[in-house]
């Protein structure tokens, strides 16, 4: 069993709180990932349900169990850093081992696990080597083959791929999703990247200045963003928004051009993703736009608008588009892909 409570922790260093009573539950085998900002209080969480924080206030709860007070000895996470922390001089069964070896465990068990975790891992033939010997990813790799090795309850990972180069952090990315496959383990996963976020998770935790602004699993969140925060911080290039004056059946932009609303309350914010814009011609839909720029990426390009009051606004298209700058076009605003925002931020449905 692996199943984790947070129940209205907190965390101050002095007179400053960085958890502001965060309630979350975490299944048993769930793949959870924390996100959000710099600051926004994400490490430190996973640092409090590892033991490495004193939590302030609140209980902890792994398999219904209070662990609030106790070391991480006795709370049966492992974790792995964004550091390595490999000793150098040893070998890589070696550093897999070691915790094991410290515990007094005996010889058999500990290479028996030891070639269990480097079989789940690929490492095989690397167990001999020194870490120096080792590319960025076989060195993460091995941290994780340390974790699997003592068999915890649930696996805490602190931005483990952010040491790594683009090509190793996809390829990395494969490995960690095959390994949750195997083990079936509870896994909180701490990262800036909303890349890995939306692959990985099977539940994401969207942190704004120590509060949950949303949880639930990746699609939600892009299809159904409970506020401004969250519409801007899921997706990349980041959901469009602009002023709106939203009641009464109808929407308004700046542009004296509108459509249809059936929100429940007033609404003040119009969002919609790149991708859902369709680009026509002047006049055509909800507002006209300059082309700034036009990113070509090869299978697709954002092309960047200067929508004059409006600001600025980015569409996602074809790679084989033939716009160019200094274009002026209509922007479409399909009516089934448009999400509005009151007056406080809040999503209206």
């Not at 001089?89 to 550093?95: K, L, T």
């Not at 790594?164 to 083990?183: G, N, P, T, W």
């Not at 994401?204 to 639930?216: D, H, P, R, S, T």
Request: hydrophobic fraction near 40%; glycine fraction near 12%; charged fraction near 25%.
């Amino acid at each position: 069993m692996g199943s984790i409570k947070l129940k209205a922790v907190e965390k101050w260093f002095g007179d400053v709180q960085v958890i502001k009573g965060v309630d979350l539950d975490v299944e048993d085998g769930e793949f959870v990932i924390f996100v959000g900002p710099s600051g926004c209080g994400k490490s430190t969480l996973l640092r409090m349900i590892g033991g490495l924080e004193e939590t302030s206030r609140g209980a902890i709860l792994i398999d219904d169990r209070d662990v609030t007070p106790e070391p991480p000895a006795r709370r049966g996470l492992t974790m792995v850093f964004q550091s390595y922390a490999l000793y150098p001089h040893m070998s890589v069964g070696e550093n897999m081992g070691f915790s094991l070896k410290v515990a007094g465990a005996p010889k058999s068990e500990i290479d028996a696990k030891v070639n269990h975790a480097a079989s789940v891992l690929k490492l095989e033939q690397y167990l001999d080597r020194r870490p120096k010997d080792l590319s960025g990813g076989q060195r993460q790799r091995v941290a994780i083959g340390r974790s699997i090795v003592r068999d915890p309850t649930a696996f805490l990972f602190d931005e483990p791929l952010s040491n790594l180069d683009a090509a190793l952090r996809v390829e990395m990315r494969y490995e960690i999703a095959k390994l949750h496959q195997s083990l079936g383990a509870t896994m909180i996963y701490v990262t800036h990247d909303q890349v890995e976020a939306m692959t990985l998770a099977d539940k994401i935790v969207v942190l704004e200045f120590g509060k949950i602004a949303q949880v639930g699993p990746p699609r939600e969140l892009y299809e159904r963003p409970a506020n401004l925060f969250v519409s801007q911080f899921i997706g990349s290039p980041k959901m469009n928004v602009i002023p709106c004056d939203a009641k009464g059946g109808t929407y308004d932009l700046n542009s004296g051009r509108g459509g249809a609303y059936h929100g429940d309350h007033d609404a003040v914010h119009l969002g919609i993703r790149p991708e859902h814009m369709q680009i026509g011609a002047v006049g055509e839909g909800a507002l006209d736009g300059t082309i700034d720029v036009v990113e070509y990426l090869g299978a697709d390009c954002f092309v960047i608008l200067d929508c004059g009051p409006l600001g600025q606004m980015t569409a996602r298209v074809s790679g084989e588009t033939e716009l160019k700058p200094g274009e002026k076009v209509g922007l479409v605003f399909p009516a089934e892909r448009l999400h509005f925002f009151d007056k406080d931020g809040l999503a209206v449905r």
